[in-house]
């Protein structure tokens, strides 16, 4: 995002809006730090500047700095997967779309939050983690499986290293003897990712709408606590073949 200078009055009404604090005063006016913007567009739809000196950046769509805008910008559609709001659906269709069979075990690590956010860097050392852990694959339909340069060892595109964004999500499946390992690989690099992240595991239901039980013990296990939500599609899908 841009602020042109020669449209702002300095009212500083854009400042507060962001979610990075990337807006300041240069003298008396206000100026969008580029390094530290996240193309988000916050300051846009929310600050309501009264002489529309914000705009978009010429750049903005740029490679890899779009990346900036798809992971940052709920209302951006992400190039790689064609989904708003970070590029996946996480699971909130897997009941109908079967991205997560039966019998498997998904995880999906959600990194990064507003006013802090978090470098690419980051979810390199998480995919990396992965990897040493024996899990070489991220879900195709998410935008971080095409950022890979190599599943084995989980390097991203070196590229691609040097942006940051608002939140990304990871996602990977597994087989239910696995959880422990993955779950115990995620406690030992958060102390080496410069954010914060949350984990979510998640599976189809048994009959009765009850959770494995057998998933939940792995969990308690690794001295996580969990918190059950689900999200059941009621005749909007499609029958599995």
């Avoid at 567009?41 to 978009?56: G, K, M, Y």
């Avoid at 084995?152 to 070196?158: E, F, N, Q, R, Y």
């Avoid at 939940?216 to 899908?237: D, Q, V």
Wanted: aromatic fraction near 4%; charged fraction near 30%; charge should be negative.
């Amino acid at each position: 995002m841009m602020i042109r200078e020669e449209l702002c009055v300095g009212c500083g009404r854009c400042q507060p809006y962001c979610p990075t604090v990337a807006i300041r005063y240069d003298g008396l006016k206000s100026i969008i730090d580029q390094d530290i913007c996240y193309e988000c567009s916050t300051c846009l739809r929310a600050a309501h500047c009264p002489v529309d000196a914000i705009c978009e950046s010429p750049n903005v769509f740029d490679h890899p700095r779009d990346l900036r805008r798809h992971f940052s910008d709920p209302a951006s559609r992400h190039v790689a997967t064609g989904i708003e709001g970070r590029g996946t659906e996480e699971t909130k269709s897997g009941d109908v779309t079967r991205r997560l069979p039966p019998g498997k075990v998904g995880i999906a690590i959600e990194v990064g939050r507003p006013n802090l956010g978090m470098s690419l860097r980051d979810v390199q050392k998480i995919t990396r983690a992965i990897a040493r852990a024996g899990i070489h694959k991220i879900e195709p339909c998410n935008p971080i499986h095409s950022m890979l340069a190599d599943e084995a060892t989980g390097d991203l595109k070196p590229e691609l290293l040097g942006e940051r964004v608002l939140s990304a999500i990871i996602e990977i499946e597994m087989e239910k003897g696995q959880i422990r390992s993955i779950l115990k690989t995620l406690k030992e690099v958060a102390r080496e990712v410069d954010s914060v992240f949350c984990i979510d595991c998640f599976m189809v239901v048994e009959p009765g709408i009850e959770i494995p039980g057998d998933v939940l013990e792995e969990i308690r296990a690794e001295g996580l606590s969990w918190r059950p939500n689900a999200k059941i599609n009621m005749g909007l899908g499609r029958a599995w073949e």
